[in-house]
């Protein structure tokens, strides 16, 4: 069945859990270095490899980063809470039970407002973010796609076990209607840019700092019981949700069109045909036999303490993009530009180091934006705020025109050094100089003496005419409005 029809047939509803990694030095149970990367098993110890009589202690920075997450989302924060096991048998996890928070986790009971593109609004409301720890990572070898199925072997890395981890969790998000897929990308698009404010994960989705399992759900109508959910694993890309959830509503209105059930089920997203499959029945919470960490004592953090964290959060994100768009002078449409670009803080640093707001705009939404798109790499890694921000004020001094500018960009691309350099070694300045200018007008209008009659017959749209063997002589070195200033006083 197609989207559509399925969004007309059944209400669709989320449920959305975001694990974000904690940007900690150190594992959140024990003192293995925090870090991405290195060679396989390399960042562990007895404890994150779950050696016998090896005891957990936990991480003081790991407990202060959650507070900080929950009470940016809005949450209570627990006077008292405590670990518990959760127990299950994988290779990735060599302790057969994940240190995780059950019953007490650390916040509860909060929500933030995501604004989708057109700038409408939506409520998720946020039943808990408790902590706990990431596993290790399974590599299958032989099998196609990297999957279990057709490998030969697998092989285990245990660097990511026992990485902090805060895992938020919603309420079921309903309303969302034909916008589920939006509001899901959303979501999650909002999450990261807290974190990454926050300063409490680097947030590179690519490299798994943040994932989001997505579950799903249709009834028949918003009055109906809740349907029977499926839970998408581990969709890593703000693309990839939105076409995870169209597809899983399409998938499950075809089946409850046609009488079937809908089994409960994890399932696994694949990037290159937009589809999902079956992974294994969904484990409800009594499959996994929590029970309290013995290890552990409860960890209550002093109110002064989550006082201290409240006061020293930064400005959030939304509250910063109305800051700014009202400091620039913008539109929302503007601004949201900007912001799906992923170019917000280096627009800001730019206008901080002088650039005007339209400037900066418009250097990193557009050749900035095409040249990194074009080589495959991140905007940031091509050229700096202080890069850009000179490049505008030689543009506003009358020292560059755009045509130039962007020459002088792609030499600092290069590495050929600052705009001031680039501009001064390259010969690329704007031509000060009238006498010389006055040569090419000169030369120009003795080369064209049919535009120069059109012009003198009330025509300045002719002018243009002239312009281009000015340019050209003077290898796109002119001042096109003190040349076209020069060529009416030369024709009265």
Same mark, same amino acid.
Request: cysteine-free.
């Given at each position: 069945m197609k989207y559509e029809e399925a969004i007309e047939r059944y209400d669709p509803v989320l449920g959305i859990e975001v694990h974000v990694e904690l940007g900690t030095a150190t594992k959140m149970f024990d003192a293995a270095p925090n870090s991405f990367g290195g060679g396989a098993?390399?960042? #562990? #110890? =007895? %404890? !994150? $490899? @779950?050696? &016998?009589?090896? $005891?957990p202690v936990v991480n003081e920075k790991g407990v202060e980063y959650a507070i900080r997450i929950g009470l940016a989302l809005g949450c209570e924060i627990a006077q008292s809470c405590r670990f518990a096991r959760k127990n299950y048998f994988y290779p990735d996890n060599p302790k057969n039970f994940q240190t995780s928070q059950f019953d007490e986790p650390i916040a509860a009971n909060g929500g933030i407002d995501v604004e989708l593109?057109? @700038?409408? $609004? %939506?409520?998720? &409301?946020i039943e808990r973010a408790h902590m706990e720890e990431d596993a290790g990572k399974n590599t299958h070898v032989g099998g196609a796609g990297g999957r279990i199925h057709g490998a030969d072997h697998s092989l285990v890395d245990y660097n990511r076990a026992g990485v902090p981890l805060v895992e938020i969790v919603t309420h =079921?998000?309903? @309303? #969302?209607?034909?916008r589920a897929p939006e509001v899901a990308a959303a979501y999650v698009r909002t999450l990261r840019d807290i974190f990454k404010a926050l300063g409490v994960s680097e947030a590179k989705m690519e490299q798994g700092n943040v994932r989001a399992d997505i579950n799903v759900s249709l009834r028949d109508s918003p009055d109906a019981p809740l349907g029977t959910r499926t839970e998408t694993k581990n969709v890593n890309s703000?693309? !990839?949700?939105?076409?995870?959830?169209?597809?899983e509503i399409a998938r499950q209105a075809t089946l409850l069109a046609a009488g079937e059930s809908i089994l409960q089920e994890t399932r696994h997203f694949h990037e290159d045909t937009g589809e999902t499959s079956s992974g294994r029945v969904k484990s409800d919470a009594d499959d996994y036999r929590y029970f309290p960490e013995p290890d552990l004592v409860p960890v209550e953090p002093a109110r002064e303490w989550v006082e201290e964290i409240r006061a020293s959060l930064p400005e959030l994100p939304a509250a910063r993009r109305r800051r700014l768009i009202g400091e620039w002078g913008i539109t929302e449409l503007e601004m949201r530009d900007v912001i799906n670009a992923g170019l917000l803080d280096p627009v800001e640093e730019t206008v901080k180091l002088g650039a005007s707001p339209a400037a900066a705009r418009k250097w990193w939404t557009g050749e900035v934006a095409r040249r990194a798109k074009q080589d495959e790499r991140d905007p940031e890694d091509l050229v700096s705020p202080a890069q850009i921000a000179e490049l505008a004020g030689l543009v506003e001094a009358g020292r560059l025109n755009d045509k130039l500018a962007r020459q002088v960009l792609d030499g600092t691309i290069s590495g050929e050094g600052s705009p001031a350099e680039v501009m001064a070694a390259r010969g690329l300045e704007i031509v000060q100089d009238d006498g010389a200018l006055e040569a090419a007008v000169d030369q120009a209008i003795a080369d064209n003496p049919d535009v120069v009659e059109k012009i003198r017959g009330g025509k300045q749209q002719a002018i243009g005419a002239l312009i281009g063997p000015i340019m050209k002589a003077t290898r796109g070195q002119a001042d096109a409005g003190r040349a076209?200033? $020069?060529?009416l006083a030369r024709l009265g």
């Open positions: 098993n390399e960042n #562990t #110890t =007895p %404890v !994150s $490899l @779950g050696l &016998p009589g090896a $005891l593109e057109d @700038g409408q $609004l %939506v409520h998720v &409301p =079921p998000i309903e @309303g #969302t209607g034909r703000f693309r !990839s949700i939105e076409r995870a959830v169209r597809f076209r200033e $020069l060529i």
